[in-house]
């Protein structure tokens, strides 16, 4: 009989509504039916593609005899981390203070009034390497809120206390310098690995806000270390199996140092930063690998996780029939030597084996291969190449499919259309900037309401119940920002400056201008969530900088250029000491050094070819930061055309930055000298 949670939106939650758990989802009436029982709450966190949920839910909530102890003694929340970041970052932070690590999923036990006191991640259904079964760590808890009450309590009431003491050192309100930047890439040097690119040890994960510091930094001050940085470590990665050589896109991270065995899975957010990465790194450098990757990477997307609605999937897994009815991790990916002959025959097989580095013992598990580009000597046939390649991709869509997290998360799909938006600007793919245009479109329909408020989720054309928090409302301006600049449509500058009202009225503290990941009206959990580092994703905070000082340069709006300013304050702080983690707060600070730049193209009429060739020298400078309004004279889709007339009946372009102005330009070539191209 399915529980509470067959009637949840989540993928992940559907997955357990046939749990023999009686599960609640993540409301006040768990926490009521705790209260009236006299239990305490066990709170399960986790996601649609994590591989450890899955396993610990086939051993433990699948299980009979488990989930009838859990609902005697307990009441059971299960919570989507992607739909609700915010319970999830505060039971985290606890878990990390706690235990001084963290992961998925996460079993944390609270008092039914929501306070945690014992913690943990993925626990056995036996006793293994010096972890208790689960099911000890339920009579366990069980018993000490029997018999240990007080105890229990204090603990937890100390740990709410702790929490709320614990304060971020914003760095006052002053924006990073050069010296900040200049040591934020000298600590960057020394976490490098020359041999393999990347930052420190495995597991390895794609450093894609820290390689757009990089590029930016590069462009700004001509570093050749920064750029060597940044295209040395691309080029491994996309040499490497943690992405996909046949089908294009990236997979969550890789297990050991040479990215050559990826986790699996695929997540939207990686793929948006990582195609936007690719396409800033071909405009700096016209790298054909930098090219091919992004384009690879965005049709990837479009083909595999775009929904019926126009918007984009949250993941897919990792996990995959073998063929023989078991779920393994990357069976949908490795080939072994007898597949490759099955699918080629034996001369194209040697070939494939040759090229993907494919080995009779294998790189993976049971002598099966991921398929990397490995450097190696002589030159293949192209042709023949890509004839193998049409076919093993074709053999490989006949597996059993990777199951795919449907739910659209505002916040992914902000990144993926500012993504798409570019590369298909920069490589002339007006279809990719369509699939932008319709993931914006679903955005401003079905996630926003009548006052520009955001739902977090939708899925199957129906939004979701949970409120859009900081990072949401960032990435989704940034999206429309990038809109605005590729498509020459002022509207979707407007709807980025009704979210970023949201951003300076609801979610930033009026003193010390420090961002929040929630409203200031949002549900009251144990502590505010606040966190200014960059994860997977760049933060609510960071990207809320971005976008504060994006829509400043589009519109000369001071409040919004101040707001900018006092959020990177703590970037002041933390960027020479952690840069890894707060990458895209770096590339932000490069934009207020270099101005960022503003450019106006007007034309005689859109079309203009002349027009249209001084636009695309604006779009193609990698100054960084930099806005581009493209229109009529005295068309009123942005404010950057006020004023601006045609020099000589000819389309101009105007160049400025730190209320200073460049003469007026009709010579693409001039344009490009004034944007430092």
Known sequence: MPNRLAHETSPYLLQHSDNPVDWWPWSGGAFEEARERDVPVVLSVGYSSCHWCHVMAHESFEDQATADYLNEHFVSVKVDREERPDVDAVYMEAVQAATGQGGWPMTVFLTPDAEPFYFGTYFPPAPRHGMPSFRQVLEGVQQAWATRREEVTDVAGKIVRDLAHREIGYGGTQTPGEEELAQALLGLTREYDPQRGGFGAAPKFP??????????HQARTGSEGALQMARDTCERMARGGIYDQLGGGFARY?????????????????????CRVYAHLWRSTGSELARRVALETADFMVRELRTDEGGFASALDADSDDGSGRHVEGAYYVWTPDQLREALGAEDAELAAQYYGVTEEGTFEQGSSVLQLPQQEGVFDAERIAS???????????RPALGRDDKVVAAWNGLAIAALAETGAYFERPDLVEAALGAADLLVRLHMDEHAGLWRTSKDGHAGANAGVLEDYADV???????????????????????LDHVLTRFTDP????????????EKLIRRPQDPTDNATPSGWSAAAGALLGYAAHTGSQAHRTAAEKALGVVRALGPRVPRFVGWGLSVAEAVLDGPREVAVVAPSPADETARALYRTALLSSAPGAVVAYGTPGGDEFPLL????LVGGEPTAYVCRNFTCDA??????????????
């Open 207 to 216: 450093p894609s806000m820290v390689l757009e510091f990089l590029l930016r």
């Open 254 to 274: 890789s297990v050991d140092r040479d990215w050559v065995v990826p986790h699996f899975e695929k997540m939207l957010y990686d793929n948006a930063l990582l």
């Open 388 to 398: 193998v390649r049409r076919r093993l991709l074709a053999v490989r869509s006949e």
């Open 477 to 499: 301006a940034e999206g429309f920002l990038a809109l605005a600049s590729v498509t020459g449509e002022g509207v979707w500058l407007d709807f980025a400056g009704l979210l």
């Open 511 to 522: 003193e010390s201008g420090a961002l929040y990941d929630t409203a200031v009206d949002a």
């Open 642 to 645: 006020a004023d601006r007339p």
């Open 664 to 677: 007026p330009t009709t010579d693409p070539e001039r344009l490009r000298a004034s944007l430092g191209g």
